[in-house]
């Protein structure tokens, strides 16, 4: 079964940057479409970034222009580079294929923008 396992995220100011990793276990991840997703205090969990296995790119509206996905097919691993944090994009961040199927849940990287 697929494992993947975020990490990176910690507290920053705002307008500060962090970078996310999401490892994958499993070949699979080479053809799926994978992406980052989050999840803040009492609301539903919504797609901000994915990534096709070509390369191509799509962006929520919230963090376009800010946030940047990408994969390294090799490592199986893929990222997210967040610039410009608002205090609003604090939440737990999880990597899943996309769109969703039977794959688990990683534990997520807690994101915190506050001064």
């Known amino acids: 079964q697929v494992q993947l396992v975020e990490s990176g995220g910690g507290l920053v100011q705002p307008g500060g940057s962090l970078r996310l990793s999401c490892a994958a276990s499993?070949?699979?991840?080479?053809?799926?479409?994978m992406g980052w997703y989050r999840q803040a205090p009492g609301k539903q969990r919504e797609l901000v970034a994915r990534?096709?296995?070509?390369?191509?790119?799509n962006y929520a509206d919230s963090v376009k222009g800010r946030f940047t996905i990408s994969r390294d097919n090799a490592k199986n691993t893929v990222y997210l580079q967040m610039n410009s944090l608002q205090p609003e994009d604090t939440a737990v961040y999880y990597c899943?294929?996309?769109?969703?199927?039977?794959?688990?849940w990683g534990q997520g990287t807690q994101v915190t923008v506050s001064s």
């Open positions: 899943n294929n996309f769109p969703r199927t039977n794959w688990p």
């Open positions: 499993g070949s699979i991840f080479k053809v799926n479409a």
């Open positions: 990534i096709i296995s070509g390369g191509s790119t």
